[in-house]
């Protein structure tokens, strides 16, 4: 009775199904275009790593050139006499409300902060948030009025949230007009630890001593087309 079965399943087959050339024709045909799709994606993976081999070489390239000018701007502007003109004056005078900014709008901020939660030597407090203040604001692209809130610890609808957001509005505004120059101004954080105080390019801050090793920049110089406008301000050990 098996034989039967399987005789009767064979009969009730379409004919040209066991034998249909174009099915495996078109097995072959899929196969191809898998294998022609891998080479490609392969290719395009090579040419993808090469890709970023060569911006990582033009990276580096830019970064010396940007380098080797900023040492033939400083050693140009060093011997010039013709520094006041109106870009330079541009500089000086918002370098002028820059300082003025640490030294009134972040240290009242700072110091507000301190008296409402910080404990011990209220000094060191009021610089290390002044060193804060500043990073947020002069060392990062994407300054957030919600991270200068968390920095003096204030809550959103208190009496210091809003001295922080006039704070972030002030503070952004200097980097806009910055930014806004022809030659671009910038804040220089850079500084050896352990050294003493460099009278070139810094100064100590409040009651640090002149004499002692700087321990850390609470407020950055800011400096254009190689000249610097104003110091950096220094806690020394």
């Known amino acids: 009775m098996a034989d039967a079965a399987e005789f009767a399943y064979e009969e009730s087959l379409p004919e040209g199904v066991d034998d249909d050339p174009s099915a495996g024709q078109h097995c072959t045909a899929i196969e191809d275009s898998v294998t022609e799709l891998e080479r490609e994606v392969a290719s395009l993976r090579e040419a993808l790593q090469e890709a970023r081999s060569e911006i990582v070489v033009l990276r580096s390239s830019l970064?010396?050139?940007?380098?080797?000018?900023d040492g033939i701007m400083s050693q140009w502007t060093r011997y010039r006499d013709d520094l006041d003109s109106l870009e330079s004056e541009a500089h000086r005078l918002l370098a002028?409300?820059?300082?003025g900014f640490v030294e009134q709008a972040l240290f009242g901020l700072a110091r507000k902060s301190v008296a409402l939660h910080a404990r011990g030597d209220t000094g060191q407090a009021i610089s290390n948030t002044v060193q804060k203040l500043c990073v947020e604001i002069f060392g990062r692209a994407d300054t957030t009025e919600?991270?200068?809130?968390?920095?003096?610890?204030?809550?959103?609808?208190?009496?210091l949230a809003a001295h922080a957001s006039n704070v972030f509005d002030q503070g952004t505004a200097l980097v806009r007009e910055a930014r806004s120059m022809k030659n671009r101004g910038f804040w220089d954080f850079e500084f050896c630890a352990g050294e003493p105080v460099d009278t070139d390019r810094q100064?100590?801050?409040?009651?640090?001593?002149p004499e002692g090793l700087v321990h850390y920049v609470v407020a950055p110089a800011y400096v254009a087309s190689g000249v610097r406008y104003c110091l950096q301000r220094v806690v020394t050990r």
């Open 63 to 69: 970064e010396e050139s940007d380098a080797r000018i």
């Open 96 to 99: 002028e409300k820059y300082v």
């Open 146 to 159: 919600a991270r200068i809130r968390r920095i003096v610890k204030a809550r959103s609808t208190d009496a």
């Open 203 to 209: 100064q100590v801050w409040g009651k640090s001593d």
